[in-house]
């Protein structure tokens, strides 16, 4: 049975469900441009279809440009998950590039780190983000990843350095040195492996993170731009008329509380599979049906 099949068969049910409805949501916005009736810019009808409440034609209703709300949360989905995963993998190959060296240099090098991590995390990041994006508008989708990647790495630093300075007194770790493996060999063939779990989780929980960022953002105006239809963008648009109009802001609402919260799950989900720790406190019958579906 292959390591996949074996997560999958320790995952919890919840984790389970979350990770069918991500795989859902991927798959709209893969197939989008296949699903959607209409192009998410697209002007049907500004006379006879302004602001038209949901029906057979248009389920999730249009919008004051009587632009289709659902093609446009479909498209948004591409933009609003590509933004979010692609700065969550970038903080990730930061922070844990940054937490091994930190973790594995000398004292010295260690200290200095450390205290530069300490004045950027004394930053606020949304406040800083706010002040960048006010001076760079319109920001590309491109500018948006790197801004919430690069400020979103400190947590996952510091967590890979608490780590790496655990994994680097093991003994296994020791009798690679005693070999003869060097600082870099040791860092990346033996202390990386045993440091990943904890990065896949906080990956797995900050996607939900940056999306909910990425909405703030949106919302005051300085996210995602048109004619990117990001699910916090048409959030934003739908607020301003919300009693009159409440479906241009209740479905993007919608996709975008179910996305966080299915990666929540997920997250919690994968620590209780992927965590040797957790797994040492399930019980013998737990540990013995495990061991005969391998």
């Known amino acids: 049975m292959s390591l996949i099949a074996r997560w999958w068969r320790r995952l919890a049910p919840p984790g389970r469900w979350a990770t069918a409805v991500l795989?859902?949501?991927?798959?709209?916005?893969?197939?989008?441009?296949?699903?959607?009736?209409?192009?998410?810019?697209?002007?049907?009808?500004?006379?006879?279809?302004?602001?038209?409440?949901?029906?057979?034609?248009?389920?999730?209703?249009?919008?004051?440009?009587?632009?289709?709300?659902?093609?446009?949360?479909?498209?948004?989905?591409?933009?609003?998950?590509?933004?979010a995963?692609?700065?969550?993998?970038?903080?990730?190959?930061?922070?844990?590039?940054?937490?091994?060296?930190?973790?594995?240099a000398g004292r010295a090098v260690d200290a200095v780190l450390m205290r530069t991590l300490d004045a950027l995390l004394s930053i606020p990041r949304l406040l800083f983000m706010i002040a960048l994006l006010a001076m760079w508008s319109p920001v590309p989708v491109a500018g948006l990843v790197l801004l919430l990647g690069l400020t979103g790495w400190f947590d996952v630093a510091r967590l890979v350095r608490a780590e790496t300075l655990s994994v680097r007194e093991l003994d296994f770790v020791a009798a690679a040195r005693s070999l003869g493996a060097g600082r870099l060999r040791i860092m990346l063939r033996h202390v990386l492996p045993n440091v990943a779990v904890p990065v896949i989780v906080t990956t797995t929980l900050g996607v939900g993170n940056v999306i909910a960022l990425e909405a703030t953002l949106s919302f005051l105006g300085i996210g995602a731009q048109e004619p990117?239809?990001?699910?916090?963008?048409?959030?934003?648009?739908?607020?301003?008329?919300l009693s009159g109009m409440w479906w241009l802001a209740f479905f993007p609402g919608l996709a975008m509380v179910t996305t966080v919260v299915a990666f929540n799950v997920?997250?919690?989900?994968?620590?209780?599979?992927?965590?040797?720790?957790?797994?040492?406190?399930?019980?013998?019958?737990?540990?013995s049906a495990a061991g005969k579906t391998v």
Not at 85 to 104: E, I
Not at 230 to 236: A, E, V
Not at 267 to 287: C, W, Y
């Open 23 to 83: 795989l859902a949501l991927v798959a709209l916005a893969v197939l989008a441009p296949l699903i959607a009736r209409h192009a998410p810019e697209a002007q049907l009808d500004i006379v006879g279809l302004k602001s038209q409440a949901p029906d057979a034609a248009h389920p999730f209703g249009t919008d004051r440009y009587s632009r289709d709300v659902l093609s446009r949360v479909l498209h948004g989905a591409r933009v609003t998950l590509s933004v």
């Open 85 to 104: 995963t692609l700065a969550v993998l970038l903080s990730a190959v930061v922070g844990t590039l940054y937490g091994l060296a930190a973790g594995m």
């Open 228 to 241: 990117n239809a990001s699910w916090g963008t048409m959030f934003h648009e739908g607020v301003v008329d």
């Open 266 to 287: 997920l997250g919690d989900a994968l620590r209780g599979v992927l965590d040797p720790r957790q797994l040492e406190r399930a019980s013998p019958g737990t540990r």
